[in-house]
């Protein structure tokens, strides 16, 4: 029999490698029960920020200094903002308080509460808009702000190993999505994870 699945724990999150994080998120299973709806969805994108070397996050935690205060605690809290006015980014703190490292969810396959994702995002029938993109995944999955400081590990977030390993083979890395604006050192670290071959990672080159 296969093994039953199990939750992440915080020492999952607690690790010091943002990027063996980010990477090992890959297969994962992401949860979420927002108002008694339970949705979730196969993480197949990350992306890491790492608070030495990645000027966008120095960037982000000066000019958000206040909220950044979200990511100076220990790894496995949910640290949710706004971009545009609109679109909630679902990233996870990890590490330690003095290391404000972060991982990004950028899109997940849908495999729970599939009518009540196309509810929340207005769709007809499940297609790659309907989590593929971290503003979109985060409407899907009912994910906003009001959830940040939370622990990954709870009873409304928390991700699941369903014995899945994503071979190194299967992994796509390549620099991560809109951060010209941090300038070309930053925005070309390879630093964004993919499932090879999945139709449900975001369209952004």
């Known amino acids: 029999m296969p093994a039953k699945p199990q939750?992440?724990?915080?020492?999952?999150?607690?690790r010091p490698d943002v990027l063996q994080i980010a990477r090992d998120l890959?297969?994962?299973?992401?949860?979420?029960?927002?108002?008694g709806i339970i949705t979730a969805g196969r993480v197949v994108e990350t992306e890491a920020y790492r608070h030495e070397?990645?000027?966008s996050l120095t960037l982000h935690l000066q000019r958000k200094r206040q909220q950044a205060q979200g990511l100076h605690v220990p790894g496995g809290h949910a640290y949710i903002y706004t971009v545009y006015n609109r679109h909630a980014l679902?990233?996870?703190?990890?590490?330690?308080?003095t290391h404000p490292d972060a991982v990004l969810i950028r899109a997940v396959e849908p495999t729970l509460g599939i009518p009540e994702m196309l509810l929340r995002r207005g769709?007809?029938?499940?297609?790659?808009?309907?989590?593929?993109?971290?503003?979109v995944m985060s409407q899907a999955l009912g994910i906003t702000p009001a959830l940040t400081g939370l622990p990954?590990?709870?009873?409304?977030?928390?991700?699941?190993?369903?014995?899945?390993?994503v071979a190194a083979a299967d992994v796509v890395a390549s620099a991560r999505v809109g951060l010209e604006y941090a300038g070309p050192e930053a925005s070309g670290l390879p630093w964004r994870f993919r499932v090879r071959g999945s139709e449900w990672t975001s369209p952004a080159k």
Do not use: M
């Open 7 to 14: 939750k992440l724990p915080a020492s999952f999150f607690q």
């Open 26 to 35: 890959l297969g994962k299973h992401l949860y979420t029960n927002v108002d």
């Open 53 to 55: 070397g990645d000027h």
């Open 90 to 97: 679902f990233n996870i703190a990890t590490h330690d308080a």
């Open 152 to 165: 990954v590990t709870g009873a409304v977030l928390w991700f699941e190993d369903h014995n899945e390993e």
């Open 123 to 135: 769709l007809p029938v499940p297609k790659r808009v309907l989590t593929a993109g971290p503003g």
